[in-house]
């Protein structure tokens, strides 16, 4: 069994700055990529970042210059630092990872979400 919890989301005006933290626990062997979307209302799920194991980064347009992935494979856990926030940000953000349980598949993992709202 395992779980990701996010937490970090808020209230914020607009050019205002938010981090987003996702922990991984459970019976992990090991995680490889790890990445964050984010859902408005009436609107799809729309990927924000990912992070491979070794660091590699992926940003959507919306984000990029704006936004920076981490991740701290000794915690199981990755980052969100998004910065010069905009209304058009406001959303429920999720973490998901590619997860391989001890002695078990590999499986992929959403976390409940958080929201964040950017106010004008």
């Known amino acids: 069994q395992v779980q990701l919890v996010e937490s970090g989301g808020g209230l914020v005006q607009a050019g205002g700055s938010l981090r987003l933290s996702c922990a991984a626990s459970?019976?992990?062997?090991?995680?490889?990529?790890m990445g964050w979307y984010r859902q408005a209302p009436g609107k799809q799920r729309e990927l924000v970042a990912a992070?491979?194991?070794?660091?590699?980064?992926n940003y959507a347009d919306s984000v990029k210059g704006r936004s920076t992935i981490s991740r701290d494979n000794a915690k199981n856990t990755v980052y969100l630092q998004m910065n010069s926030l905009k209304p058009e940000d406001t959303a429920v953000y999720l973490c998901?990872?590619?997860?391989?349980?001890?002695?078990?598949?590999?499986?992929?993992?959403w976390g409940q979400g958080t929201q964040v709202t950017v106010s004008s």
């Open positions: 998901n990872a590619d997860i391989r349980v001890v002695d078990g598949p590999q499986v992929y993992v």
């Open positions: 459970g019976s992990i062997f090991s995680i490889n990529d």
């Open positions: 992070i491979t194991s070794g660091g590699s980064t």
